[in-house]
């Protein structure tokens, strides 16, 4: 797998001098300032799509009315769709233009569970335990469509040639959808892919995020009375819990950048009974999918460690697993231009009051929302926090990452407090944004070949040998795993 | 508490010479004549009642329709139903005829979570998950009030003086009803309380079983991000597996008659946040109340260490608790005497292929029903195996218990098996010959006042000194918990 | 294995007849008037050499003077002493006369660690760290070799035929040297076995003790540098911390019966390196060795569960086990005669002085020594308590087993309390009552050959088709595993 | 404590123009090559007495004939020796000169249990189980003194003024016994230290290393025969066991920078007895004092807490701890100067043979030594591996620090390789290149104040208003510890 990213050594032409593709920006583009009135005329019909995902608040492989909805507008925008690919039901491909580019789009639509909220600053749920977007999805796959529909009207208006294309991308947050739609071929003769993600800053988003896989354990013993004749049970919680013991005991072997926690799932279903059966969810992440494999491989065989302390039977299933981000500077540092033409977002006073309460109620700085555009920043070689699916897209496909701002700064990701802020007036401008800066640099792209085999150049470069092969078992994805 | 059960060396009479009762007994009673004849008028009724409960399969403290099928009957036969006492909605009494004596009859009627099954002798859900009459408690209230219905039969006609009372007792499986009842006073003015339970054999009911207390230890921590920030969790989850593992630790330095077990019922929500709550259903027995004191204190005050351990807060809520069976020998010897009047239950060639099949299911000594009424028990120091709420009513009321078979010999109790007999004839045989054989020896109690003087000296004896308290807390009865 | 001691049913006659030997105890017989006066005569020489071992204070396979002082005592004696037997220096074997019957006696003369006392009532070592005879087998070896002197003197002078055999047998408190002394064939020629054991109280010994097994399990790691790069590590202390982890788990699905302690003897040498290596000795016990074994067992294969949580290698080394005693009910009422002939030790105004004190200073009740020959007792089906490689001579041929009092009623065993009764008066009386007592029932041993075969038989049927193997490994005893 | 170390912003003359000092090694200065000759002179006696201390292998605050050789030869050289200061029998202050500018340097002399080891490059103790100079400090406190004394040897020539002061600093690899020598108000005075280190590459050493701290903690519960009657037992193994368990649990929620290792010391003596007491010794580090501080309170809390769940009581007892270096990268700058003036160490063809031979036999790459002297490293904020005392004279007085080539690239530290080559002519080269390049930058610092004042301020600025305290408890050092 990838070791090095040379891309400085390999286009110093870029960083010395600046590229063709830079150099246009200095000349105000008019195809741009087309695409963000395109995104400014749709806005409120965007908007209310995406505070429609939001009431669905609908969880991965669930999200049939949130998948449907924005199916339904990019049939009814000219697109043509295709619902239910590789095998999931709430995934989808929406389709225009034709010919070379293809320029690819991933819009994502599941909640979370447990986090719904309404649209005020302290927590309140919505409803009791439901699902809430605390990750910003219900702006996600709309602006993503916004983006993608814009490019459709230079296309269909002849500016620009090629094929924009759509990805409704399901269960980002749990089980990975676009792993399937990889393994389907879906990403096979798409040149670039974009995407952006929901967040506190607005950059383009050049860190690499962890390498992860989740596989789930169960263990199997025989249950008895556990007061007339526990001698005769052989505890499935036992082992669980010497798993458990195990796998912290291991920490201390592990290397500073990888990551293991999981969650006891069952144990038991009585306090009466010597438990039969138990499971746990185990999730193990690195900075590589390289420095993965090790760690995974001990963690799983662990399990057969327990298994014979406890004197019961064990099976290790994989759920599916995904690769940290292949990062493109070249790409990123054409969105990069696009964010400095844009300029930051601007807020209402109003704004700032909604979210310094925020960050009142999570005890952050109240500092409101931050709105700059700061240089791009390094890649890092081992960048720690949160894991994305995208990363497996940018392991078939170069891909440009964006960062737009959808809350305030500081605010805890996967909370109440983005459940809000993402369904009112601060998610929507994030949205609109990032339709714009994600459609200026898909012109960039369109218009610009040297630019899109760069992008490629830099792919090759820095996947080097590596063979992607998605982290996933045979057969169909798990969409019925949620319902359980 | 009772340390000692010297009912031999007190009442030697009773052993060497035989009682008064006694040898009553060898005069066949006209009335004990006719009781048997009235269980038999009303057997088809009573089958049917219990038919309904089994298909009712209510859990715990949830048993609406149960409790109101038994009382509606009771109402019915003239009985006077008060319902809903302690504050438990599906507690009632039934009650009929005046003045002394008071004999008390006992009826449960929940049922099991998980364990729904068909009339059949291998597993076979009837609803998946649904609950199930593990337990036979079906049987149970319905053959307790036919028992009652008889003597009421006496007493409307002037055979009999005195009072009978049905009590209606829920949530024996969990929770324990009585505890509450007892607390209302409900059983402050009975002199004497019978009861029966299903069982694999039939026998005077002579061991003590074990005293419990059931108890809830939550922890609280401090969620983050499993990957970004660890070091901002506090991992409730943490602190009850170092919990349990104190718990196993513990279980070296306990006496052999002491258990010890737990219910992992939340040990977090999802993978990727450090849990900042964890919940777990701690049961500790001891063949005595006595011993039973200090482990309890020990593992709640383990909640602590296991807190600091994990950096977390916790909080020991008491749950409930019950007492040992404070056996009466006096009166368990004027039951056998009517078992033995009666002999064993007789069973077709059906049953026994159905009960055969039943034990090859359970891999149990294909054996079928044993039928064999044998000389009553000796009565442990420390007789192990399972706990009922009863105890608690026999620390306050003088009370004789009896087994009555209801399911093939081996039987693994609470399990689909005594669901399949207890709702066919095999189940309705034994709640047939319990209605008779508790009706015939309240005939003794309510014609021989000496015997129940007998039976009050040995309770006092036995007793001792001891004050009961129930171990429940404060506050109204848990009868929501079931539904969380 | 023996499943039924039915030795009631098998010899009714013993008991409600009395035999043919408990006739003749009637009649004083002179020549155990002889063997008393024998023992008091040579009394001031056997607590000469009692105090000797006593200050020796040898532990297991290290007692060259001790049994260097018993072994030079009975060859001045006029006993054949062969020396170094069974490969063990300090086994050996003194044998005095010729032919039929042969009447074998055990000597013990190892002390424990650690437990090093002055003659005093109140803790006081003698030599720091330095051991004890905290068993008193100081007295064991020096009594047992004075009852063989009192039949070597009867044999001399004519009065008896036979052989008397006295066994020197080392490492009773830890790898049992009796194992190998059974193995080098030194029991296959021998009728009847004795020995006695110092204690807190005198009677036939009758009960089972448990059956062990010890073995020893290593784990081997990788050590690595515990700040610099823990993650090249593989810690054989995390390895052992799980095993025990796992036992303690596992205490919850063992019998009453079973105990399972282990003792750690290395984790690891230094704080900054991942420890590569540890071990840890692990003691199983039973009431049975049938019982024994499946627990044994798993408790071994659970090290490879350990090896496998740590990702290390791992080695199970057998130490040694013994077998639960088989009791000789024929036998040991012959001994009780002779207890009941003998009647109580008497004691001091000093000596129980002495005696309070020591219950004081181990918070005993202060009631002195209590001397009372006690109707025998009831051998029960799980007797629980200590262990000792006397089981194993048990097995090979019939055995009579004797406690005597050498220290206060309550002495908690294996203290300095033992440590101090046993070389002063105290320990002195017990040491000349039991060599009074063995040579008493050695004279109906060789007095009376019906007896002999009465215990034979009841040897035959309790062992029933049970084959003896002793629980050691191959190769030579482990005499220098002492000095590690 | 400080934050930044700021120099490049405080001092950028050193780094644009390059300073005075930096400018006057363009000039090769006479005074050096005096210095240098003075090394080569005593090359031999200093040899010798590297391997004296080397052949004494004694272990920390027991380093008796190890300081004596130094202090004696100090003596012999004419510098006024106090030996015995801070209450230390091997500590020792050796000092020549009087006023300004005062100059130290330190030298260690301390084995490490275990690493006994012949001067061949294949794993051979000399004395089984015996001390080894596995961290090179044979040659340590013998280099500095030969630095010191080509100091000396233009003092008294009087080429420089001021003073000339070795500290003879025992126990480094445990207790850490500079922290009382500070206490003892032994560094007050001192302008510069200066220091070196024994390595495996040439190079001014100017990572800050880990803060740590030592403690031990003890459990005592209360013994029981681990048979008879374990529940009379209260296990301060389990206690213990617990106490590791929460230990690793913690591991998940501490920052990458920490590390916590333990070792094992007392888990009770014998298998059949519940034991009552146990000990294990806890370090915590963290790349900074001030990280430090919560996760060992946090450790020594859950002490508690782990008594707590085993019912036993405890005791937490702070041996020592050390603060991370505080990095002067002025005086580091003209350290490097001098190294680069020097030039690399040269070696035979038999010593690079030796070299690949350690190599092969630690399975590290068979480059042999390698000899270049690099520019000078950046300073990591958070720099992992080992600690040193250092770090706390380096918060009293601005200390300069060499690593010098003692063993081969790659040698596994705190090993019997390093003893190896540290008794023969690479660890004497690697000594003789350190006593040159420390007497050449002592040379600057005598010569050049404002140097001395530059490297002050830096000092006092990386500093900030942190008032340093050393880690120990109140009393004596633990100068007995060791022979535990």
Same mark, same amino acid.
């Given at each position: 797998?990838?070791?090095?990213?040379?891309?400085?050594?390999?286009?110093?032409?870029?960083?010395?001098?600046?590229?063709?593709?830079?150099?246009?920006?200095?000349?105000?583009?008019?195809?741009?300032?087309?695409?963000?009135?395109?995104?400014?005329?749709?806005?409120?019909?965007?908007?209310?799509?995406?505070?429609?995902?939001?009431?669905?608040?609908?969880?991965?492989?669930?999200?049939?009315?949130?998948?449907?909805?924005?199916?339904?507008?990019?049939?009814?925008?000219?697109?043509?769709?295709?619902?239910?690919?590789?095998?999931?039901?709430?995934?989808?491909?929406?389709?225009?233009?034709?010919?070379?580019?293809?320029?690819?789009?991933?819009?994502?639509?599941?909640?979370?569970?447990?986090?719904?909220?309404?649209?005020?600053?302290?927590?309140?749920?919505?409803?009791?335990?439901?699902?809430?977007?605390?990750?910003?999805?219900?702006?996600?796959?709309?602006?993503?469509?916004?983006?993608?529909?814009?490019?459709?009207?230079?296309?269909?208006?002849?500016?620009?040639?090629?094929?924009?294309?759509?990805?409704?991308?399901?269960?980002?947050?749990?089980?990975?959808?676009?792993?399937?739609?990889?393994?389907?071929?879906?990403?096979?003769?798409?040149?670039?892919?974009?995407?952006?993600?929901?967040?506190?800053?607005?950059?383009?988003?050049?860190?690499? *995020? %962890?390498?992860? =896989?989740?596989? +789930? !354990? &169960?263990?199997?013993?025989?249950? #008895?009375?556990?007061? $007339?004749?526990?001698?005769?049970?052989?505890?499935?919680?036992?082992?669980?819990?010497?798993?458990?013991?195990?796998?912290?005991?291991?920490?201390?072997?592990?290397?500073?950048?990888?990551?293991?926690?999981?969650?006891?799932?069952?144990?038991?279903?009585?306090?009466?009974?010597?438990?039969?059966?138990?499971?746990?969810?185990?999730?193990?992440?690195?900075?590589?999918?390289? *420095? %993965?494999?090790? =760690?995974?491989? +001990? !963690? &799983?065989?662990?399990?057969?460690? #327990?298994?014979?302390? $406890?004197?019961?039977?064990?099976?290790?299933?994989?759920?599916?697993?995904?690769?940290?981000?292949?990062?493109?500077?070249?790409?990123?540092?054409?969105?990069?231009?696009?964010?400095?033409?844009?300029?930051?977002?601007?807020?209402?006073?109003?704004?700032?009051?909604?979210?310094?309460?925020?960050?009142?109620?999570?005890?952050?700085?109240?500092?409101?929302?931050?709105?700059?555009?700061?240089?791009?920043?390094?890649?890092?070689?081992?960048?720690?926090?949160?894991?994305?699916?995208?990363?497996?897209?940018?392991?078939?496909?170069?891909?440009?990452?964006?960062?737009?701002?959808?809350?305030?700064?500081?605010?805890?990701?996967?909370?109440?407090?983005?459940?809000?802020?993402?369904?009112?007036?601060?998610?929507?401008?994030?949205?609109?944004?990032?339709?714009?800066?994600?459609?200026?640099?898909?012109?960039?792209?369109?218009?610009?070949?040297?630019?899109?085999?760069?992008?490629?150049?830099?792919?090759?470069?820095?996947?080097?040998?590596?063979?992607?092969?998605?982290?996933?078992?045979?057969?169909?994805?798990?969409?019925?795993?949620?319902?359980?």
């Amino acid at each position: 797998m990838t070791k090095n990213y040379l891309y400085i050594l390999l286009f110093p032409a870029l960083l010395v001098n600046g590229s063709a593709f830079a150099q246009k920006k200095a000349k105000p583009d008019p195809l741009k300032a087309e695409v963000i009135k395109s995104v400014d005329t749709r806005f409120d019909v965007l908007t209310d799509l995406s505070d429609k995902i939001w009431a669905f608040e609908e969880i991965a492989f669930q999200e049939t009315q949130s998948a449907a909805a924005l199916a339904d507008y990019a049939e009814q925008l000219g697109f043509k769709v295709t619902r239910g690919v590789a095998e999931i039901p709430t995934a989808f491909v929406a389709e225009y233009g034709s010919g070379s580019p293809i320029i690819g789009i991933l819009g994502e639509f599941d909640a979370l569970p447990g986090l719904s909220q309404n649209k005020v600053p302290t927590k309140s749920p919505l409803n009791d335990n439901a699902p809430g977007h605390g990750c910003g999805h219900n702006l996600f796959g709309v602006a993503s469509l916004g983006a993608a529909a814009a490019i459709k009207d230079l296309i269909a208006e002849g500016k620009l040639k090629g094929t924009v294309r759509f990805y409704g991308t399901p269960a980002e947050e749990k089980f990975f959808g676009k792993l399937w739609m990889i393994r389907a071929g879906l990403f096979d003769d798409v040149d670039v892919v974009m995407d952006w993600h929901p967040a506190a800053e607005t950059k383009a988003a050049v860190q690499k *995020g %962890l390498a992860l =896989v989740d596989f +789930q !354990v &169960e263990f199997f013993g025989q249950a #008895a009375h556990a007061s $007339a004749d526990p001698w005769n049970g052989r505890s499935a919680s036992d082992a669980l819990e010497l798993y458990t013991n195990g796998i912290n005991y291991y920490r201390e072997h592990i290397k500073p950048t990888v990551r293991i926690h999981y969650h006891i799932q069952d144990a038991g279903q009585v306090v009466n009974v010597v438990p039969d059966y138990s499971r746990i969810w185990v999730r193990v992440r690195d900075s590589s999918r390289d *420095g %993965l494999e090790p =760690v995974w491989k +001990q !963690v &799983e065989k662990m399990a057969s460690g #327990a298994a014979i302390l $406890a004197n019961v039977d064990y099976k290790v299933s994989l759920i599916s697993g995904i690769h940290e981000v292949l990062v493109n500077r070249t790409g990123s540092y054409a969105l990069q231009k696009n964010l400095e033409a844009l300029g930051p977002i601007s807020y209402t006073e109003d704004e700032q009051v909604f979210s310094k309460k925020i960050q009142e109620s999570t005890d952050k700085p109240q500092i409101g929302l931050v709105s700059i555009i700061e240089p791009m920043e390094e890649t890092d070689e081992h960048s720690m926090g949160g894991s994305t699916d995208v990363g497996d897209v940018s392991y078939v496909v170069p891909t440009i990452r964006l960062s737009a701002t959808t809350a305030p700064n500081g605010t805890p990701w996967h909370s109440w407090a983005v459940v809000a802020a993402g369904g009112m007036s601060i998610g929507h401008k994030g949205m609109g944004y990032a339709a714009k800066a994600l459609s200026m640099t898909m012109v960039d792209l369109f218009q610009n070949p040297e630019l899109v085999n760069q992008i490629k150049a830099e792919f090759k470069e820095s996947k080097g040998d590596y063979v992607y092969k998605g982290i996933i078992p045979d057969g169909p994805p798990p969409i019925h795993s949620n319902l359980q």
